[in-house]
């Protein structure tokens, strides 16, 4: 079965710090897709990145950064220099069968 | 770059109402998703659609039926509505077999069941 764990419900920063969000899967499948979704207050769901279940390295883009490793099966996000627009709640996501199982998100806070 | 459309943004209906939602998937994309997203929850997945067939199904009441036209746009009808069908349904539209399996989503639309 696919499940996809998100420990933290909220966390509140203040502007300037650093953010990791911590994502942990389970699947059976051998191949398979990572997702991280941002949904601002407004609501809508923004895709942010991307990673597949065959390719352990890590990237950055801009002030996101994110950490896979398969051994832990984790998949972790991290905001850098976070900013108020930052504020929203992050989803980690798996895709099984074309289907997204997300996690329970997480609520990110950035104060001024 | 072309989005997901979807339409109406909000709606409001009574309880043992109907509601149609529309999608409008990203030109090319051959598959689309609905899902709906419950106060302070997460996204569950409904149904799914590849190349006008349905492919998918998951969670969905059997007051709820969806079906995509020729067109490619998606609809999402909602029949004897019940007050905890109130919820963001977002559509999300994809290539299936692509090489990212990435879904993009619509903005969603907001119903609320008085």
């Known amino acids: 079965a696919q499940k996809v764990t998100q420990a933290q419900t909220e966390i509140s920063v203040v502007e300037k710090e650093d953010v990791t969000l911590d994502c942990v899967y389970e699947t059976r499948d051998t191949t398979y897709y990572l997702f991280w979704y941002k949904q601002p207050p407004s609501g809508e769901l923004v895709f942010l990145i991307r990673?597949?279940?065959?390719?352990?390295q890590n990237e950055i883009s801009g002030r996101y950064s994110w950490n896979f490793q398969k051994s832990t099966s984790s998949f972790n996000f991290t905001i850098t220099a976070s900013q108020v627009v930052d504020s929203a709640v992050y989803f980690c996501?798996?895709?099984?069968?074309?289907?997204?199982?997300f996690g329970a998100g997480t609520t990110v806070t950035v104060r001024a | 770059a072309a989005g997901v459309i979807q339409s109406p943004r909000h709606l409001i209906k009574e309880k043992r109402e109907t509601a149609t939602l529309k999608c409008y998937p990203i030109?090319?994309?051959?598959?689309v998703y609905w899902y709906q997203q419950g106060p302070g929850q997460d996204p569950q997945f409904l149904i799914s659609?590849?190349?006008?067939?349905?492919?998918d199904k998951g969670s969905i009441p059997d007051r709820f039926s969806a079906q995509q036209f020729s067109d490619y746009h998606s609809e999402l009808n909602m029949s004897s509505l019940e007050l905890g069908d109130s919820a963001l349904y977002f559509c999300?539209?994809?290539?299936?077999?692509?090489?990212?399996?990435?879904?993009?989503f619509g903005p969603g639309t907001r119903l609320t069941v008085l």
């Open positions: 659609f590849y190349e006008k067939m349905q492919s």
């Open positions: 996501a798996l895709v099984n069968d074309y289907k997204l199982s």
């Open positions: 999300a539209s994809g290539i299936r077999g692509g090489s990212t399996d990435t879904q993009y």
């Open positions: 030109p090319r994309h051959d598959t």
């Open positions: 990673r597949n279940s065959f390719d352990e």
